[in-house]
């Protein structure tokens, strides 16, 4: 399978590597010529537009920032949907609106092109070892023809079921981590006011039952919400806004875990 990549950024770029060094052959686009330098070491080849490198490829994996970069890689006609031959796949791992994939599969499956949503977990380490978490949405065999390529950075890659059903369970995932953000920093403060220095109160809870990777995370940030609002607490915003959006059109309850949400984005200064 030929492989285009859009989207060299942190996490994106560990995972280019992993397709080109693991044998297949890949052609990368970026704006800027800089991200691109790094692949000079490689075999990857480059395009002068996304419709260039979808000309070269059967797969096309986008790992851009917004919906509006989806959208605008996609169309025109510079785009990717005018180069892909009818037969290839679009691959999003970007955490976009489920809707925004749905809309892309129904211009694309007009063309014989299939879309996965794919969107990931775990960063750049995780991508560069070969561990992301890839949540899968679309037609059972497109997912199984991309497989062998998404595994290639991920594990697991999970199929939840067609076109969206990925992004909406990245978006749970992301309210769900936001919420628990909440609970153990308001815990730490809570035993600080109790007479429990915060450094040995989670000490004692990530070797108990009360553990969990959001308490990790504010550990590993000084021990408060500050250093993680700065690096997460906007994508976490937008993120909690989409879900709720979603539980809005839906009729659905979120329940609790969206009020420890809120919580959690106030004392981050980033309020949905």
Known sequence: MRVGFIGLGSQGAPM???IVESGYPTTLWARRAASLEAFADTDAGTAESPAALARASDLVCLCVVSDDDVEE???GENGVLAGLAPGGIIAVH???HPDTCRRLA???GAQGISVIDAPVSGGGPAAAAGRLLVMLGGDTEAVQRCRPVIETYADPAVHLGGVGSGQVTKLLNNLLFTANLGSAASALALGEALGVAADRLAEVVTRG???SFALNSIQGSGGTLDRLAGLAGTLLQKDVRLITDLA??????PGAVLDAADAALT???HPR
């Open 267 to 269: 004392t981050m200064g």
């Open 94 to 96: 970007s955490t976009v």
């Open 16 to 18: 280019a590597r992993r």
């Open 106 to 108: 129904q211009r694309a």
């Open 248 to 253: 809005d059109r839906a009729d659905a309850a």
């Open 73 to 75: 890689i996609i169309g």
């Open 209 to 211: 039952s009360a553990n």
